[in-house]
């Protein structure tokens, strides 16, 4: 046991002495400004690639299996329409927004583990471009396996837990290269392939069933506008940017380990845990 908590005190050392919770607001800030652009734009490549009966099709039975008591359905399926109505002329500026998101990132980790970088901004943005560009296998991937797992949750009972898990196999199998990404470019370093994949997949396992909650926290009957003079509308936009914050946080706690872990197996000291500063 004692090992163990040495063990653990030892891979996420990177995070002593770091103010994890600001760190987690910032990239939630640069999240909340890009998430929209980023899904109207995978939306839009993936309508370009398959076509938009097609994306219609495989999204149209998880609409309707997912939980309306905060009105999450209306909000994908307008997302999904806006996306696939997207002309070049809006998908291109919505690029620039969708970017921020890269450059949040590294921002958020260079601070961490390298303070001072030049151009850090820039450079997450162009790490974030072969993800977009990607957007489209990686959506399409993930709505080939909605129509079964949607299919299951409607069903009740046994088959709701089954569609729930393989659900969460899908949303993991798509993260997992999205995760091992950000870890191994859009944060500054290259850590060894071998860390920044185990961890990386362990850190979008966790991610995937942090998603699920969130969508088991829509099926709560909650009246959100409660703490805003009865605004919903405030409520709900404070609630998705307390899940994204939560997860910016699990996000960051497996750089820490992909980064500690990395310095560790390439015994690199001017990356140790012990050369971070505090």
């Given at each position: 046991?004692?090992?163990?908590?040495?063990?653990?005190?030892?891979?996420?050392?990177?995070?002593?002495?770091?103010?994890?919770?600001?760190?987690?607001?910032?990239?939630?800030?640069y999240s909340g400004i890009a998430v929209i652009p980023v899904a109207l734009l995978a939306v839009w490549l993936t309508g370009l690639v398959v076509g938009a009966e097609r994306v219609h099709r495989l999204t149209g039975?998880?609409?309707?299996?997912?939980?309306?008591?905060?009105?999450?359905?209306?909000?994908?399926?307008?997302?999904?329409?806006?996306g696939l109505a997207l002309t070049p002329m809006f998908a291109l500026a919505s690029l620039l927004p969708a970017t921020l998101y890269g450059e949040g990132l590294r921002r958020a980790f260079a601070s961490l583990s390298r303070p001072g970088e030049r151009l850090v901004g820039w450079r997450g943005r162009l790490l974030w471009l072969p993800l977009l560009a990607a957007a489209p296998a990686l959506l399409l991937?993930?709505?080939?396996?909605?129509?079964?797992?949607?299919?299951?949750?409607?069903?009740?009972?046994?088959?709701?837990?089954?569609?729930?898990?393989?659900?969460?196999?899908?949303?993991?199998?798509?993260l997992t290269p999205v995760v091992i990404w950000v870890f191994r470019y859009v944060a500054p370093g290259r850590p060894p392939w071998l860390t920044t994949t185990l961890i990386g997949s362990f850190t979008a396992a966790n991610l995937s069933g942090f998603l699920h909650g969130a969508v088991l926290?829509?099926?709560?009957?909650?009246?959100?506008?409660?703490?805003?003079?009865?605004?919903?509308?405030?409520?709900a936009v404070v609630a998705i940017g307390l899940w994204l914050y939560l997860f910016h946080v699990v996000l960051?706690?497996?750089?820490?380990?992909?980064?500690?872990?990395?310095?560790?197996?390439?015994?690199?000291?001017?990356?140790s845990p012990s050369a971070t500063p505090r």
């Open positions: 046991m004692l090992r163990a908590r040495q063990a653990l005190t030892t891979l996420f050392r990177p995070l002593r002495g770091r103010d994890v919770a600001l760190h987690a607001a910032a990239i939630t800030f039975r998880t609409i309707g299996a997912l939980p309306d008591e905060i009105g999450a359905s209306h909000a994908l399926a307008a997302l999904i329409d806006a991937s993930l709505l080939l396996a909605l129509p079964t797992t949607s299919r299951l949750w409607l069903r009740g009972g046994w088959w709701s837990v089954l569609g729930v898990v393989l659900s969460f196999l899908a949303v993991w199998l798509v926290f829509t099926s709560l009957p909650l009246d959100l506008g409660v703490p805003f003079g009865g605004l919903t509308e405030v409520g960051l706690t497996g750089f820490a380990a992909t980064r500690t872990a990395g310095s560790l197996l390439s015994d690199d000291p001017a990356s």
